[in-house]
């Protein structure tokens, strides 16, 4: 007969297993799992073995032993997972790659009835149609205000109702409406709260950010940098070649204003003083412009007069077989 594990020793090998998850494990997962189920929980663990491991527990003892561990390693990065532990909330520790893990765990949602007290998750909307119910049932819809006509002896809903808003309790008269049409408006599962990776805590929209999002961000902060550092005159790496651009503007109108001068303004002045100096020099960029142009517009002819031609010759030949 198997001895029986006292609950001082439950708490010992709790606290044993999740310090040697801390240690070996950098990213979690915090998740909640309301109206989750044991067989619910057991596939969800199932779906995941291999490379990620779902503990759940009380929040006072993972409390307690994330701040034993952290006295213990040092690691203080793991007290940030004191805040999150609130509710009934459960840790997915992965070595996986964490989008991945919650589109996995995603998969693991089941269908739910809608039971009196509980608190709607999203709204419920009762399709019009045939019920299927005979017309001793209309007391329901009654009650509900729901507007119903009888059709070949059934009661039929006529629009759609919202029956529940989200945020609201789940009445009586709801519950077995729902329960009477055979809809399950629920779905539950573990719902993915926070992620942490190496002391650092974000929310997991951060998961769905793509490699393009990201450098556009990162442009889209660059160019406000630059734009402030050019404000304040105040250098920095990304305003640096804005202020070199704009000064040597502001040199260059000094030096067309007076009669200071250098190379380069030299070659400004003469465009000034004579423009046709500039056109000379832009016509023959035009010309090359234009010779491209032509150049294309040869090669496509040609490509079609030779095609022409093998559709000529084809012809020919067919004709000839039969001559």
Known sequence: ???????????????????RLLEEYTQILIVAADNVGSNQLQNIRKGLRGDSIVLMGKNTMMKRTVKLFAEKSGNTGVLNLIPLLVGNVGLVFTKGDLKEVREEIAKYKVGAPARVGLIAPIDVVVPPGNTGLDPSQTSFFQVLNIPTKINKGTVEIITPVELIKKGDKVGS????????????????????????????????????????DLIQKFATGLSIV????????????????????????????IAVAT???????????????????????????????????????????????????EEESDDDLVFGLFD
Not at 1 to 19: F, H, P, T
Not at 279 to 288: E, G, L, S, T
Not at 292 to 302: F, G, L, N, R
Request: glycine content about 4%; charged content about 25%.
């Open 259 to 309: 009669e200071y001068t250098y190379p380069h303004a030299e070659e400004v002045k003469e465009y000034l003083k004579d423009p046709s100096k500039f056109a000379a020099v832009a016509a023959p960029a035009v010309a090359v412009a234009a010779a491209d142009d032509s150049t294309a517009a040869a090669t496509a002819s040609a490509a079609k007069e030779e095609t022409k031609e």
């Open 173 to 212: 008269s709801e519950a077995a409406l729902l329960s009477k049409l055979g809809i399950r408006p629920f779905s539950y599962g573990l719902i993915v709260l926070s992620v942490y990776e190496e002391g650092t805590v974000f929310s997991p929209e951060v998961l769905d950010l793509s490699e393009e």
């Open 1 to 19: 007969m198997a001895k029986k594990i006292s609950k001082a020793q439950k708490k010992v090998n709790y606290d044993q297993k999740l310090c």
């Open 226 to 253: 630059a734009a402030m550092s050019v404000a304040l005159s105040f250098p920095t790496l990304a305003g640096a070649p804005h202020m070199f651009i704009n000064g040597y503007k502001n040199v260059l109108s």
